[in-house]
């Protein structure tokens, strides 16, 4: 048995000169909302891709999910290649994914090369904790927390927008333009992280823990895998049962490993803090709580009015209701950065999971009309702008800033397990709830309520697990990129690792 004390960063944070601190933030946050297009990019084409692929729906339905798996796997890797060797190098490298998963998902005609497209896409899901991580290192203490704030908002912005975007290309374009649309936008987004965004000198170096890697982004392959599929295949099916059986066994081990290689990919002494473990806890329920309303509020819309229901609307409309969800988290930004830098970010996600918990609750007796659902959006979007912007800051706020990229993105990597329960959970909600119309199954309006009902009570489980955090400030533990005694380890044991 040996021991191995991690060293500190060889370069302070701010050893990098002085960026524009605006150009810095937006085109940070213009990266971030171009890779959160890619979510919604194929929805409005989704019903016709085995038309345009001439291949059944099962085979076509990877398109979505080929983008899931390889998100599960890209962010903790990007997140500590980019301590590593750099986060403005890595940013960059995500880009670039994104760009060439577009061009060939531009020039293909067939369900693989459409699939492999839209798997290097989803490799670019990065871009966010990485861009959050750079401005930790690079923009004064002052300015973080509206930062921060902004570029996490800027993954609902860009799932927002980029819905009624797509449905409108869709509608009136070759949906290959979709493609050629987003690899402009990543180029254009490169482009811009290249002339304006300086480079972190901050690096953790050593060696990358390919095991961690292996071993986690098998758990995480398996455990979506069987989220998304199970359904089809059957909850009780040998190839479900298997694939949660493997996921178990796959994250087992990566814990094991995870306390015994001297450079974790994700260190797991520093995930158990309270401040970080709860963090963490929140960002799976509020995942779930954030990705109801998309679950719910398109499909009202859009549902024909003899149900009673429904509003009769068209994709485009039903993304044009979406679109205020995105927008008012972007809107929020400044007034979560406030209060987060006057009362704590503990209080700032506090008061967003109540925000959220009385969107669902008004929803679950107003959707009767366009203008409710507005609303309701609008609500929601603004209690998870405001929980968004906090978490990252709790994450800064209790690991030293050489982990600062791995942290994040294990952080988003949470919210990303949490949204895709909430897409299990409510889809199976609205397969089971029905009612009858013609030869056809839809969801009923209490499927919907209980949908709702749901993400109020995660919103409220978010609630009572950030009151277990301990109340920081913020502005001193943003300091921290200059002062690492208040992250250090408060014993031996956290900052030993055994072999």
Same mark, same amino acid.
């Given at each position: 048995?040996?021991?191995t #004390?991690s060293?500190?960063? #060889?370069?302070?944070?701010q050893?990098t000169?002085?960026?524009?601190?605006?150009a810095?933030?937006?085109?940070? =946050?213009f990266?971030g $909302?171009?890779?959160s297009?890619?979510q919604? &990019?194929? $929805?409005p084409?989704i019903?016709? +891709?085995?038309e345009?692929?001439?291949?059944p =729906?099962?085979?076509?339905? @990877?398109?979505?999910?080929?983008?899931l798996l390889?998100?599960?796997?890209s962010v903790?890797?990007?997140? *500590?290649?980019?301590?590593?060797?750099?986060? *403005?190098r890595l940013? +960059?490298?995500?880009?670039?994914?994104?760009v060439?998963?577009s061009v060939?998902?531009a020039?293909?005609s067939?369900?693989i090369?459409l699939?492999?497209? *839209?798997?290097?896409?989803?490799l670019a899901?990065?871009?966010i904790p990485?861009?959050i991580?750079v401005?930790?290192d690079?923009?004064?203490p002052k300015?973080?927390a509206?930062a921060v704030a902004?570029?996490?908002a800027? &993954?609902?912005?860009?799932?927002?927008?980029?819905l009624?975007? =797509?449905?409108?290309?869709?509608?009136?374009?070759n949906w290959h333009v979709?493609f050629w649309?987003?690899?402009?936008?990543g180029?254009l987004? =490169?482009g &811009? !992280?290249v002339?304006? !965004?300086?480079?972190?000198?901050?690096?953790t170096?050593?060696t990358f823990d390919f095991?961690?890697?292996i071993?986690l982004?098998?758990?995480l392959?398996? +455990?979506?895998?069987a989220?998304?599929k199970?359904?089809d295949?059957?909850?009780t099916?040998?190839l479900t049962?298997?694939l949660f059986?493997?996921s178990?066994?796959?994250?087992?081990f990566w814990g094991w490993?995870?306390?015994?290689t001297?450079?974790?990919?994700v260190?797991l *002494?520093?995930?158990?803090r309270?401040q970080?473990l709860? #963090?963490?806890?929140?960002?799976i329920?509020?995942g779930f709580a954030?990705?109801?309303a998309?679950?719910?509020?398109p499909q009202v819309?859009?549902?024909?009015e003899?149900?009673?229901?429904?509003?009769?609307g068209?994709?485009? #409309?039903?993304?044009? !209701?979406m679109?205020?969800?995105?927008?008012? %988290? %972007?809107?929020i930004?400044?007034?979560?950065?406030r209060?987060?830098n006057?009362?704590?970010?503990k209080?700032?996600?506090?008061l967003?999971a109540?925000v959220?918990a009385?969107?669902y609750?008004i929803?679950?007796?107003?959707m009767?009309?366009? @203008?409710?659902?507005i609303?309701?959006?609008?609500?929601?979007?603004?209690?998870?702008?405001?929980?968004y912007?906090? %978490?990252?800051a709790?994450?800064?706020?209790?690991?030293?800033?050489s982990e600062t990229?791995?942290?994040?993105s294990f952080n988003?990597?949470?919210?990303?397990l949490?949204?895709s329960?909430a897409?299990?959970?409510a889809g199976v909600v609205?397969?089971?709830m029905t009612i009858?119309l013609?030869t056809?199954?839809l969801p009923s309006?209490?499927?919907?309520?209980?949908?709702?009902?749901?993400a109020?009570?995660?919103?409220?489980i978010a609630?009572v697990?950030?009151?277990?955090l301990?109340?920081?400030?913020t502005n001193a533990r943003?300091k921290?990129?200059?002062?690492?005694?208040d992250?250090a380890p408060?014993?031996s044991k956290?900052?030993?690792?055994?072999h």
């Open positions: 048995m040996s021991s #004390t060293p500190p960063p #060889t370069t302070p944070p050893a000169k002085s960026p524009a601190t605006t810095v933030v937006v085109v940070l =946050a990266s $909302i171009v890779v297009l890619m919604s &990019l194929v $929805i084409i019903p016709h +891709l085995p345009y692929l001439d291949a =729906a099962s085979d076509t339905a @990877w398109a979505v999910t080929a983008t390889a998100a599960a796997v903790p890797t990007m997140g *500590r290649l980019g301590d590593m060797f750099g986060k *403005r940013l +960059l490298i995500s880009m670039a994914l994104l060439t998963g060939v998902g020039l293909s067939s369900v090369p699939v492999a497209g *839209r798997s290097l896409q989803g899901a990065g871009v990485l861009g991580s401005m930790r690079v923009l004064p300015k973080l509206g902004m570029m996490s800027s &993954l609902g912005v860009g799932g927002a927008l980029g009624p975007i =797509a449905a409108l290309i869709a509608e009136y374009a979709l649309a987003s690899a402009v936008l180029a987004a =490169a &811009l !992280v002339v304006l !965004v300086p480079e972190s000198t901050v690096r170096g050593g095991g961690g890697a071993s982004s098998a758990a392959i398996a +455990l979506l895998l989220i998304s199970g359904g295949w059957g909850w099916s040998t049962l298997s059986g493997a178990i066994a796959a994250f087992g490993w995870e306390l015994r001297p450079k974790p990919l260190d *002494r520093v995930s158990i309270r970080v709860f #963090t963490n806890l929140a960002s329920v509020f954030m990705f109801a998309n679950m719910v509020l819309v859009q549902l024909p003899v149900t009673g229901y429904g509003l009769g068209s994709m485009l #409309t039903a993304g044009l !209701v679109a205020p969800f995105g927008i008012i %988290m %972007m809107l930004s400044p007034l979560s950065s209060i987060t006057s009362r704590g970010p209080v700032t996600l506090m967003g109540v959220v009385i969107g609750g929803g679950i007796f107003a009767h009309s366009i @203008w409710q659902l609303v309701i959006a609008v609500i929601i979007g603004a209690g998870t702008g405001m929980a912007g906090a %978490m990252p709790l994450i800064m706020g209790a690991v030293p800033p990229g791995a942290a994040n988003t990597l949470m919210r990303s949490g949204t329960f897409s299990t959970i609205l397969a089971q009858s013609g056809a199954a309006e209490n499927a919907f309520r209980v949908v709702m009902a749901l109020a009570g995660s919103a409220i609630l697990l950030a009151g277990f301990p109340r920081v400030n943003n921290i990129g200059n002062d690492h005694t992250v408060t014993s956290e900052s030993v690792s055994t």
